[in-house]
């Protein structure tokens, strides 16, 4: 009761910051959306590491929260209102402090996605139940920084794009790195998250919101896949316990094996989902963040999706989904859910142009460019890397 009570507290808040055409309402359902995250990831009353974990997100979010203060100050002080119409159209009465409150937002937008240097509580997060890592530390709460640098654009000059792009980049390499030597499958996945947020950080800086947004939605729908196949594993390794839902390691032997045919389909799709590869709609989100970058940018791309690439294989070399396929059940109970964000993983559902072309979103991908036939060079050349890597069983070694 005290789990479902807390969830749906938390899905008030976040329709509450969605719906919120005033930043100072956003304020007060991003205080919200941080209380109900810091009663989850504390659910486990009994478990030792769910205490501290939930004291450090509060407390890591509350240093981002006060520097949200500090941005609502500033902001009432240069345009005298809070109202998002409003915003959009008047013109700055003092710019000289224009700097220090993109700033102070952009501090908070840090330590609510999770971006360098308040990047640390997300992976100790995966303390709490596996459903609210899929919804809140995967899909939805620590992507409200995103949403936040696309709703309010005009709060933050160039100079703070800069600052937030280049915390992006390092935050996804960094991320990406730590991802390939985690042994907890939902840590691996946290790191993931981080990694994954730090690109739409640092496309929104660098690109444009609608390209950020887009992956924003499409990577939840495929991380949230992930944590919640995640969960059933977890279930099954540890006999039905509610006891630290982490333990078993990904190195345990036969880790995968209580996955039915159906979750191992699902795991495959969402997994090539969030690596880009073509037919998902992973690959029309990336393909559309990498028409809009070039040099230094595209390179630190291409670097952050090898990463996506390696640490997933190696999520894949442990658990094995193909292995004795025939012999696992059809279906189980905890594949439902999976089993529906695969379906939506697939390009079919949100474009009839499996290149991309105009789909629902009306964002245009011309396949026939250089930059589209270079980033699919660069897929095939990973691919073949990692075949190669598998064959050698630099997994294991890892």
Same mark, same amino acid.
């Given at each position: ?54 004291? =450090? ?33 008047? *013109? ?15 501090? *908070?937008?840090?330590? =609510? ?56 980049? &390092?935050?996804?390499? #960094? ?35 609608? *390209? ?8 939840? &729908? ?58 998902? &709609? ?37 658990? =094995? ?5 025939? #012999? ?57 890397? &990692? ?12």
């Amino acid at each position: 009761v005290r789990f479902f009570q807390t969830l749906g507290f938390f899905m008030f808040a976040m329709m509450g910051l969605l719906l919120a055409a005033n930043l100072f309402l956003t304020f007060i359902f991003w205080e919200l959306v941080g209380l109900t995250s810091y009663l989850l990831i504390g659910f486990y009353r009994e478990s030792q590491d769910a205490g501290p974990a939930s004291l =450090k997100a509060m407390l890591i979010n509350k240093v981002g929260d006060a520097a949200f203060m500090i941005g609502l100050i500033l902001c009432w002080g240069i345009y005298g209102t809070f109202d998002l119409n409003t915003l959009n159209t008047t *013109a700055p009465a003092d710019e000289s402090l224009q700097f220090f409150m993109g700033l102070s937002i952009f501090l *908070a937008i840090t330590a =609510k996605s999770a971006q360098l240097p308040m990047h640390g509580w997300l992976a100790d997060a995966m303390a709490g139940p596996t459903p609210v890592s899929a919804l809140i530390h995967s899909a939805t709460m620590v992507a409200a920084g995103i949403f936040l640098i696309g709703q309010y654009p005009m709060l933050f000059t160039e100079s703070v794009q800069e600052i937030a792009g280049y915390t992006g980049l &390092i935050t996804a390499l #960094l991320a990406g790195w730590n991802a390939l030597s985690q042994t907890k499958i939902k840590r691996l996945l946290a790191w993931s998250t981080m990694s994954q947020l730090g690109l739409m950080v640092m496309t929104s800086a660098w690109h444009n919101n609608t *390209a950020a947004g887009l992956h924003l939605m499409f990577h939840g &729908i495929a991380k949230a896949g992930l944590f919640l196949i995640a969960g059933t594993l977890l279930l099954n390794g540890h006999n039905h316990t509610q006891q630290n839902e982490t333990t078993p390691e990904l190195t345990t032997p036969d880790f995968g094996k209580s996955l039915s045919r159906t979750g191992s389909v699902s795991l495959l799709i969402v997994a090539a989902s969030l690596t880009g590869l073509p037919l998902t &709609i992973g690959f029309i989100s990336k393909e559309n963040i990498a028409s809009g970058f070039s040099g230094i940018e595209l390179a630190g791309f291409i670097l952050i999706n090898f990463l996506t690439l390696l640490y997933l294989s190696r999520l894949l070399w442990y658990i =094995k989904p193909w292995s004795d396929f025939k #012999l696992r059940a059809l279906f189980k109970k905890g594949d439902f859910s999976p089993a529906i964000l695969a379906l939506a993983s697939l390009w079919i559902s949100f474009s009839i142009n499996p290149g991309g072309g105009k789909n629902y979103f009306n964002i245009y991908v011309n396949a026939g460019n250089t930059g589209a036939h270079l980033s699919l060079g660069f897929l095939v050349a990973g691919v073949l890397l &990692i075949a190669f890597l598998w064959k050698r069983d630099f997994f294991s070694k890892l």
